[in-house]
């Protein structure tokens, strides 16, 4: 069974409830007529709600950027796996590079966090990718392997299918500067190599690798072009509901389109 390709939307720090409630009542019915992609997007917490109450029981899969390991307690300002779960959300972003570099999460803390995604039953998108600095010193694989490696130590006995990847590298991010297609595959590639090293063949054939940063219906087809990638994780262009939808079309298996 080849992977089912996913197209997915990172809101970021933007849209109010009305914004939200707007776009995810426009996105419906378009990614119903998809076939064979999954649909996801990942929104504001004060947003999340409204939007996985509008999306239940349909293709689109409403998900949180974040969220905190632990169940309950005093961790003021942080929410928890159940509190998502309770407002819908089927999946959640995990390691985000903003989260990273802006709020100082680890690969440990990461780690900790698809793990208890996963236990949830929350789809966990890890986000793994390097700085300009360290591609340019050589040190993208150390990095993003790292990454990986981290995850994988923790994370126990799942399959493939439930756990999906995202190769984001932060010079790509919001820049305009997408990797190039070569630069995707290379990455997404030698991911897909550790997964096999760590955790046999039917686990990383069922995982899927997104690629993130600068993604655009412009540059979307040669980017899906390529033979590991399995989607997209977007931010700008997932801002306008025809852009997204856009991207989402792109992410059709061929055998399906025009059916
Ligand atoms: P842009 O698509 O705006 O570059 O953002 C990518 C990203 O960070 C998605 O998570």
Known sequence: MP????????????KTVTEAQNYTAALLPRAADAEGVDVAVFVPFTCLHEVGRMAENSAVIAG???????????????????????????????????????????DTLVAHKTKRALDAGLLPVVCV???????????????VSTQVGRVLEEIGEVGGEGIVFAYEPI???????????????DAIGRIRELLREERGGE?????????????KPAN?????????????????????VDSFVQLVEAAEPPSSDGE
């Open 3 to 14: 992977r089912r390709p996913m197209m997915a939307a990172n809101w970021k720090m933007n």
């Open 203 to 215: 686990f990383a054939d069922g995982a899927r690798v997104l690629y993130g940063g600068s993604v």
């Open 171 to 185: 010079w790509a991010i919001g820049t305009g500067d997408t990797a190039t297609p070569d630069d995707a595959q």
């Open 220 to 240: 979307v087809a040669e980017i899906m072009g390529q033979n590991d990638v399995d989607g997209a994780l977007v931010g700008g262009a997932s801002l306008e």
């Open 64 to 106: 949180a950027q974040n969220f905190y390991y632990e169940d309950s307690g005093a961790f003021t300002g942080e929410i928890s796996a159940p509190m998502l779960k309770d407002v819908l959300a089927r999946a959640v972003l995990v390691g985000h590079s903003e989260r990273r570099e802006i709020f100082g999460e680890t």
């Open 129 to 143: 990718g390097e700085t300009k600095e360290e591609r340019d010193a050589g040190g993208m694989w150390e990095k």
